[in-house]
Every structure is written in C-alpha cells, then in structure tokens.
Nanobody
C-alpha cells in the first residue's frame, strides 16, 4: 500500500522559511519520480518542483531561487525548503509520486504566509 505523509506546514510571516517533508512507503522510492504540488483556494493544482532519479530538478518559475527540492533515498523522504516566502505562496502543498505509470498523492499540508 502506497503512502505519502507530508509534514512541516504552518503559518509564517512574509520573508520567512519553512521546510516540508514527505515520507514515502509502499513502492521503490529510489527509482520513483517525486514532486511537490500546491493548490491555492479557487485555483488549480500546480507543480512546484519535481525530480526523477536521474534528471535535474524542475522548478516552477515562481519559486526558482527561493525553494529547494531534495530527497534522501535512505530515508524514503523528500523535502521542500522554502525561503523568502510570499503571501502568494499560501496553499495546500501536496507530495506526489510517479511510479510504474501510477500517480500517488499525499493528504496535503497547509502553508499560510501572512503578517
């Protein structure tokens, strides 16, 4: 059974930082394509960052230079380090896995950027 469990969301002031984590289980993590998506109220879910085991990380233009995606294959975990956060980064952030042609989602973690 595939599980993706996110954590690390919360309320932060503009300019602040958060680090999201996603622990994966139930599939061969090291060869899966992993990613982070987000969905703001009234908007479609959008890609934030994604990476396969061999290709460079792909970032949305809106987060380049501020967010950093990383993965720890020994711990089956991916991270999203978010710096210089802006109010427009407010959204539910979802972990995503693409393995053997199947797409899996976590339950999401809320990130709110507000003063």
């Amino acid at each position: 059974q595939v599980q993706l469990v996110e954590s690390g969301g919360g309320l932060v002031q503009p300019g602040g930082s958060l680090r999201l984590s996603c622990v994966a289980s139930g599939f061969t993590f090291r060869i899966a394509a992993m990613g982070w998506y987000r969905q703001a109220p009234g908007k479609q879910r959008e890609l934030v960052a994604s990476a396969t085991s061999v290709l460079p990380t792909n970032y949305a233009d809106s987060v380049k230079g501020r967010f950093t995606f990383s993965r720890d294959n020994a711990k089956n975990t991916v991270f999203l380090q978010m710096n210089s956060l802006k109010p427009e980064d407010t959204a539910v952030y979802y972990c995503n896995a693409n393995f053997n042609g199947n797409i899996y989602w976590g339950q999401g973690t809320q990130v709110t950027v507000s003063s």
